[in-house]
Nanobody, 127 residues
Framework: QVRLVESGGGLVQTGDSLRLSCAASGRTSERDAMAWFRQAPGKEREFVARINGVSGGGVVVTYEDSVKGRFTISRDNAKNTVYLQMSSLKPEDTALYYC?????????????????WGQGTQVTVSS
């Protein structure tokens, strides 16, 4: 089994930055793709960003349109940790942020594609 633990959330003001971390333990692989999703109250869980696993093709990242240019996903395989650097935060970024892992090679933004999940970390951006 794989365990994911997110951290780094908090209450910030519009325009501030935060860095979320997702520490993986257990039967995780550096070949797994990792992603961040978020879910605001009353809304469905939505894709935020994805980074591929280690492969011969180099690093491939994808972002949801509303976070492009503001958020950066990265991973440190030596530490089994994935990060989400968030800047220029807006009130609409307020949500519970989840880390997820995908053992397949399929590039997907669908939550159903991901095999294991963390419990989430809350990000609240005040106006």
């Amino acid at each position: 089994q794989v365990r994911l633990v997110e951290s780094g959330g908090g209450l910030v003001q519009t325009g501030d930055s935060l860095r979320l971390s997702c520490a993986a333990s257990g039967r995780t692989s550096e070949r797994d793709a990792m992603a961040w999703f978020r879910q605001a109250p009353g809304k469905e869980r939505e894709f935020v960003a994805r980074i591929n696993g280690v492969s011969g093709g180099g690093v491939v990242v994808t972002y949801e349109d509303s976070v492009k240019g503001r958020f950066t996903i990265s991973r440190d395989n030596a530490k089994n940790t994935v990060y989400l650097q968030m800047s220029s935060l807006k009130p609409e970024d307020t949500a519970l942020y989840y880390c997820a892992g995908d053992t397949s090679a399929v590039i997907s933004q669908r939550a159903e594609q991901y095999d294991y999940w963390g419990q989430g970390t809350q990000v609240t951006v005040s106006s």
